[in-house]
Every structure is written in C-alpha cells, then in structure tokens.
C-alpha cells in the first residue's frame, strides 16, 4: 500500500517532482501514481534520482488511471551548496544523458559501499545485504542507510539519522559524484529533454547570488526553475517565480514526495497548501516544441 493517503484536490493540477522506491522513496512507481489519483492530479512526472526504471512501470499505472506521465530524472550537480537538476521529457533508452546516468549509477554502487566502511569505522554497523534488502536493490542511498538506523535504535528519525551521521558535514558523509551544471544542461537539451533548477533555495545564495547564479544557468539553456516546491511558503514561490520571469524561464512545481522518508510531504499537495497548475506542464512542452 501507498505510505499516504492525500486529501482532495480541485481543479486540474499537477505534480512534476516525485520520487518512487527506484531511488530513495518508500513507495512503488505504481504507488505514486495510485496517489496521484487519490488527489486528483491530472498529470505527474516521475523524477527519481540518477535513473528511469520506475518510468516504465508508472507509465503504464499513469495509463490505466487516466493520468499523464512525464518521464524524467533529478540529477546531482557539483555546486558549493545542493545543486538538483531535474530533467522532464526525458525517454528511457540510449542517449547522452541516459548513458551518463547510468555511469553514474555505477558510481553510486562504490559509494554505497564506502558509505558502509565508514559506518563500521564509526561503531554503526550496517551491512550491504541489510542495504540491498532495505532498497529493493535499486537506487540505493542514504535514506535507506536512515532507516536502518532508526530500525536499530541508532537513531530517532530519519531527519535524526542525516542530522548527526549522514548530511554533507557530518561524520558518516561519503561525497558522490556529481555533473557539473552545464554539462547537465548540454546533455540533456542535447538528449531532445528540458533541464529544471530543483528546490533553486537549497543553493543557499542570497537573493543576488542567487538571481545571478540563475541567470547564467538560463544562459546555458536552463529551461525553467522550481519556484513553486513543497516546501517553499509562499513568499518565496512569489519571489522566485518573479525571478524566473526576469530570466526567462518557465516556472515549475512539485512535492518532492519521497513517502516515509519525507512524511511531510504528500504527492498533489506537498505540506497541504502545493497548487500546481497543468498550465505549467502546458507551457513546459510548448518550450520542448520550439
């Protein structure tokens, strides 16, 4: 069963960041797309980290419940804070960003295990079956090392477990490998697909660091920016949605659902206040079409 139920929504609206147990969610592409429906969403994009093989699965679920699946990814970039870029439009297959992610699913597989030879060093023992089993085998990654801990007593929550072992910074952190930005932004225009700056506050930029930093990247060919995220109040949606517009680029929204690992927040609805319009998704594909 889906790990959350959502309310409700009216009108037609969408949600273009999620995550499946294909990376780091709790729930299965099929169970992201059944609460899709519960919320009356008219559209959703499947965004799981480094990789699509949740794509096929929730395409066909996206199907029978009469919604519309866009395909996409959410890659890692080498900044000095967190860098997300989510890719929409993107097709499973051959192609310069889909062969790049899988090298770097490749990459992740060694993180994971040094990630777990620094957890022995430091008196927390997880084992890469315990991992394996924890993931699926798929996508595996620190909130599945989270959730192990809180299983064993080691730690109180999932936020508990990244805040004094796993985030960057912290004791049990194994940095990963990461695009640069506008290598991401080439091979995904250049894999026929639309690069979108994620949850662009994380950058932790001031307001003109930040407003610059966007500007180089719509330069680039940065297609759009995440104004409207899960997490954002909406000051901030107001004013990154204004300095999308300065930049030229579509503004774009979504829940960052990741089921049980981030509980807060709930596909369709993020928080409970997320409204994301399908004249986003509507704009998104006339910028693919020109």
Same mark, same amino acid.
Do not use: W
């Given at each position: 069963?889906?790990? @959350?139920? +959502?309310?409700?929504?009216?009108?037609?609206?969408?949600?273009?960041?999620?995550?499946?147990?294909?990376? /780091?969610?709790?729930?299965? +592409?099929?169970?992201?797309?059944?609460?899709?429906?519960?919320?009356?969403?008219?559209?959703?994009?499947?965004?799981?980290? /480094?990789?699509?093989?949740?794509?096929?699965?929730?395409?066909?679920?996206?199907?029978?419940?009469?919604?519309?699946?866009?395909?996409?990814?959410?890659?890692?970039?080498?900044?000095?804070?967190?860098?997300?870029?989510?890719?929409? $439009?993107?097709?499973?297959?051959?192609?310069?960003? @889909?062969?790049? %992610?899988?090298?770097?699913?490749?990459?992740?597989?060694?993180?994971?295990?040094? #990630?777990?030879?620094?957890?022995?060093?430091?008196?927390?023992?997880?084992?890469?079956?315990?991992?394996?089993?924890?993931?699926? &085998?798929?996508?595996?990654?620190?909130?599945?090392?989270?959730?192990?801990?809180?299983?064993?007593?080691?730690?109180?929550? !999932? @936020?508990?477990? $990244?805040?004094?072992?796993?985030?960057?910074?912290?004791?049990?952190?194994?940095? =990963?490998?990461?695009?640069?930005?506008?290598?991401?932004? /080439?091979?995904?225009?250049?894999?026929?697909?639309?690069? !979108?700056?994620?949850?662009? #506050?994380?950058?932790?930029?001031?307001?003109? @660091?930040?407003?610059?930093?966007?500007?180089?990247?719509? /330069?680039?060919?940065?297609?759009?920016?995440?104004?409207?995220?899960?997490?954002?109040?909406?000051?901030?949606?107001?004013?990154?949605?204004?300095?999308?517009?300065?930049?030229?680029?579509?503004?774009?929204?979504?829940?960052?659902?990741?089921?049980?690992? =981030?509980?807060? #927040?709930?596909? &369709?609805?993020?928080?409970?206040?997320?409204h994301v319009p399908d004249g986003v998704l509507a704009a998104l594909e006339?910028? %693919?079409e020109a």
């Amino acid at each position: 069963m889906p790990s @959350q139920r +959502p309310p409700v929504s009216v009108g037609r609206v969408i949600d273009l960041h999620t995550h499946s147990n294909v990376s /780091d969610g709790s729930d299965s +592409p099929e169970e992201v797309v059944a609460l899709a429906a519960a919320a009356g969403l008219s559209a959703l994009a499947l965004t799981d980290h /480094d990789r699509q093989d949740g794509i096929g699965p929730a395409r066909l679920a996206a199907a029978r419940a009469g919604l519309k699946l866009v395909p996409g990814v959410e890659i890692s970039c080498q900044h000095r804070g967190t860098m997300h870029m989510l890719v929409y $439009f993107l097709e499973p297959g051959e192609g310069p960003l @889909q062969d790049e %992610l899988a090298r770097l699913q490749e990459a992740r597989d060694t993180r994971n295990e040094r #990630l777990v030879a620094r957890l022995a060093e430091l008196g927390l023992p997880v084992s890469m079956e315990e991992l394996v089993q924890e993931s699926g &085998g798929t996508g595996t990654g620190r909130p599945h090392v989270a959730a192990i801990l809180v299983r064993k007593g080691l730690a109180g929550s !999932v @936020q508990d477990a $990244f805040d004094r072992y796993l985030a960057k910074g912290r004791p049990a952190y194994v940095e =990963k490998e990461r695009l640069e930005p506008l290598t991401a932004i /080439d091979l995904a225009l250049e894999s026929g697909a639309l690069p !979108v700056l994620a949850h662009p #506050l994380s950058l932790g930029l001031g307001p003109r @660091q930040l407003e610059a930093a966007v500007e180089e990247l719509a /330069d680039a060919g940065l297609a759009g920016l995440e104004a409207v995220y899960g997490r954002y109040n909406i000051e901030e949606r107001s004013s990154l949605a204004v300095m999308a517009a300065r930049a030229g680029l579509a503004v774009t929204g979504g829940s960052d659902h990741h089921g049980t690992y =981030k509980p807060d #927040l709930t596909v &369709g609805t993020g928080r409970g206040d997320l409204h994301v319009p399908d004249g986003v998704l509507a704009a998104l594909e006339a910028r %693919l079409e020109a």
